[in-house]
Nanobody, 126 residues
């Protein structure tokens, strides 16, 4: 079992920045690929970014490249999402996710992930 707890969400004006954190516990964090997804009201869950277990490889949704950065600190069992130049359309609940398998490949599909946090709300005002 893996427990994931997100934090860092809030209300920010358009053009501002936020850094989300996801603290993991329960198993060896450094062996897991991690990902961020988001879900806006009335929409499906959407891939944001993923990072390999080593931190070497990162992938982003095309629409978010250049504004969002995923990173991890394996010593702190935490994955981060730095969000810059925020837009009102970035408003959503943001979730971190982990697969059940160690050393798994990165994936943009929600079905590839077995553990999810409770989410943190990000609201961007215009």
């Amino acid at each position: 079992q893996v427990q994931l707890v997100e934090s860092g969400g809030g209300l920010v004006q358009a053009g501002g920045s936020l850094r989300l954190s996801c603290a993991a516990s329960g198993r060896t964090f450094s062996r897991y690929t991690m990902a961020w997804f988001r879900q806006a009201p009335g929409k499906e869950r959407e891939f944001v970014a993923t990072i390999s277990w080593s931190g070497t490889n990162t992938y982003y949704a095309d629409s978010l490249k250049g504004r969002f950065t995923i990173s991890r600190d394996n010593a702190k069992n935490t994955v981060y999402l730095q969000m810059n130049s925020l837009k009102p359309e970035d408003t959503a609940v943001y979730y971190c996710a982990a697969p059940d398998t160690y050393y798994s490949a990165t994936s943009s599909r929600p079905s590839s992930y077995d553990y999810w946090g409770q989410g943190t709300q990000v609201t961007v005002s215009s």
